[in-house]
């Protein structure tokens, strides 16, 4: 019996998200065929109805991967009591992100994969980080846009190589010092005025 398109598109949908997971948590190369169509509680042999190859699939999990942080961005910097930009260094720099990897920031989990993937994925990166670095952007509506994006892209590449530094080393005190240490000068960074304001204002 046929699947319509609705249930093909359900069920491709399941296999992007499943392979989102296990390849945050596993690795792109450690993670095989059956062992992600099993978390999506499918079969390998119904892989191919779906997808041209792991790569393509790789490129689409990225995608999504990339986007569920940015939602999980955009809503954390809703929240009240602090600024959006605070609130986004905190969460995105804390133990529960470092510690729930399959959830967490692909940049950090696959960054090195992802740098020696095809194009495919290599364009989803990009567009992700993209999308990344214009939600925090928004941030900052009292800075000129260009300035903001600066600032913005500047910390998405500190809060990611601070993160992937924390997991690299041993030492559990050391790992929480850098999250704390990064979130404490990004914060610093976020508040500082814009270069030659002070001269002007004076």
């Known amino acids: ?9 359900e069920t491709r949908r399941r296999i992007v ?3 989102a997971e296990e390849f945050r948590k596993n690795g792109i190369r450690e993670t095989s065929l059956n062992e992600l169509m099993a978390a999506a509680g499918l079969t390998e042999g119904g892989f191919y109805r779906h997808f041209k190859c792991k790569d393509q699939l790789v490129a689409e999990a990225c995608a999504r ?12 910097a809703q929240e009240g009591g602090k600024t959006g930009i605070q609130v986004i260094i905190e969460n995105y720099l804390s133990p529960e992100h470092r510690d729930e990897l399959w959830q967490g920031c692909p940049f950090v989990s696959l ?3 992802l740098a020696r993937a095809d194009n495919a994925t290599r364009d989803a990166a990009t567009a992700g980080f993209v999308k990344l670095v214009d939600v925090l952007a928004r941030q900052f ?17 500190a ?8 997991l690299i080393v041993t030492d559990p005190d050391l790992s929480a010092s850098i999250l704390r240490q990064a979130q404490k ?5 976020c508040t500082a005025p814009e270069p030659g304001k002070r001269a002007r204002d004076r």
């Open 111 to 113: 960054g090195s994969e």
């Open 17 to 19: 998200a499943a392979a």
């Open 141 to 157: 509506p009292n800075v000129p846009p260009e300035c903001a994006r600066q600032r913005a892209e500047y910390i998405v590449c």
């Open 65 to 76: 991967g990339l986007e569920s942080v940015t939602e999980a961005i955009e809503s954390a």
């Open 159 to 166: 809060m990611v190589g601070a993160m992937t530094m924390s």
């Open 1 to 9: 019996m046929r699947k319509s398109k609705a249930e093909t598109a």
């Open 185 to 189: 000068h990004l914060d610093k960074a």
